[in-house]
């Protein structure tokens, strides 16, 4: 379980990470307390800017709140990190940002290598890690070779190399065609059946609402709902985050309310089956 109690995180007013020392700043998160249990499937949605990225950062040490307390398992974050980071998995928002080796194998196997396990551990960790991506065999390929759809895989490989009780997700489909976006979310309802925890973070709904347990929906750093998805979408509508058109709210016309346009309805860039940026449908 992952235990958020009374969470505050600043920033220093010209940006950069958290001060971590209790000094001013602006506030990303505003004393926050939530609670995940193990195997839930949690979606934690905001607006760019609500503070819900610092928010699940804090789950494995990556940043380090100014006030209040983060225990995974029942052992502060803070007192352990090692154990935090090998028990909650992160795959952050651009894959880019955390692939670091040439080859897919390579990189689904630096986390294990980084742990010290022997080398018949780690090659069972990737195999199991690349299967469960549906990427077995793959493990020669070259990074740069891959569309970014694969890179999405391979980064969420590689936290599950970890064996995390917990798989954090930032914003996993920004970025991606609608084939690629099936993918990764075939891959996370697989996951959660198999008993991993989930937690997506997302300004957008529309992919992850039919999975999803709770959802936790952030405003200006404060908790402003928490409710199975049925309940929340009626909130969340309001706080510029898109919801599914059958969800959301009808206004006296009948039409729906807030962000609840069709997806295509866009023109931000994704990417294609290449990998390359391509301007064309689909939300930033």
């Given at each position: 379980m992952i235990e958020v109690d009374g969470v505050t995180c600043r920033y220093e007013s010209g940006g950069g990470r958290s001060t971590g020392d209790g000094s001013d700043g602006v506030v990303a998160v505003d004393d926050v307390s939530v609670s995940i249990p193990d195997g839930e499937f949690l979606v934690v949605a905001g607006a760019n800017g609500s503070g819900k990225t610092t928010l699940v950062r804090t789950f494995n040490g990556l940043v380090r709140p100014d006030d209040g307390e983060v225990a995974v398992n029942g052992t502060s974050v803070g007192e352990d990190l090692v154990a935090a980071r090998t028990t909650v998995g992160m795959v952050f928002q651009d894959p880019r940002d955390q692939i670091v080796a040439a080859t897919v194998g390579g990189d689904v196997a630096f986390g294990p290598e980084n742990l010290g396990r022997s080398h018949a551990e780690i090659d069972r960790r990737v195999e199991e890690a690349l299967a469960a991506v549906n990427m077995s065999g793959r493990a020669d390929e070259r990074v740069e070779t891959l569309s970014g759809g694969e890179r999405e895989r391979v980064a969420i490989a590689g936290a599950l190399a970890m064996e995390p009780d917990h798989l954090v997700?930032?914003?996993?489909?920004?970025?991606?065609?609608?084939?690629?976006?099936?993918?990764?979310?075939?891959?996370?309802?697989?996951?959660?059946?198999?008993?991993?925890?989930?937690?997506?973070?997302?300004?957008?709904?529309?992919?992850?609402?039919?999975?999803?347990?709770?959802?936790?929906?952030?405003?200006?750093?404060?908790?402003?709902?928490?409710?199975?998805?049925?309940?929340?979408?009626?909130?969340?509508?309001?706080?510029?985050?898109?919801?599914?058109?059958?969800?959301?709210?009808?206004?006296?016309?009948?039409?729906?309310?807030?962000?609840?346009?069709?997806?295509?309805?866009?023109?931000?860039?994704?990417?294609?089956?290449?990998?390359?940026?391509?301007?064309?449908?689909?939300?930033p």
């Amino acid at each position: 379980m992952i235990e958020v109690d009374g969470v505050t995180c600043r920033y220093e007013s010209g940006g950069g990470r958290s001060t971590g020392d209790g000094s001013d700043g602006v506030v990303a998160v505003d004393d926050v307390s939530v609670s995940i249990p193990d195997g839930e499937f949690l979606v934690v949605a905001g607006a760019n800017g609500s503070g819900k990225t610092t928010l699940v950062r804090t789950f494995n040490g990556l940043v380090r709140p100014d006030d209040g307390e983060v225990a995974v398992n029942g052992t502060s974050v803070g007192e352990d990190l090692v154990a935090a980071r090998t028990t909650v998995g992160m795959v952050f928002q651009d894959p880019r940002d955390q692939i670091v080796a040439a080859t897919v194998g390579g990189d689904v196997a630096f986390g294990p290598e980084n742990l010290g396990r022997s080398h018949a551990e780690i090659d069972r960790r990737v195999e199991e890690a690349l299967a469960a991506v549906n990427m077995s065999g793959r493990a020669d390929e070259r990074v740069e070779t891959l569309s970014g759809g694969e890179r999405e895989r391979v980064a969420i490989a590689g936290a599950l190399a970890m064996e995390p009780d917990h798989l954090v997700l930032d914003e996993p489909f920004t970025g991606l065609d609608e084939p690629a976006r099936r993918s990764v979310v075939d891959r996370l309802r697989a996951l959660h059946r198999e008993g991993t925890s989930v937690v997506v973070v997302t300004h957008d709904l529309r992919d992850v609402i039919d999975l999803a347990d709770r959802v936790v929906g952030l405003s200006r750093g404060r908790v402003v709902v928490d409710a199975p998805p049925a309940e929340a979408v009626g909130t969340l509508s309001g706080l510029d985050v898109r919801v599914p058109e059958s969800c959301a709210p009808k206004d006296e016309s009948g039409a729906g309310e807030g962000g609840s346009e069709p997806r295509g309805g866009g023109s931000g860039p994704h990417r294609d089956g290449s990998g390359s940026p391509k301007t064309g449908s689909g939300s930033p």
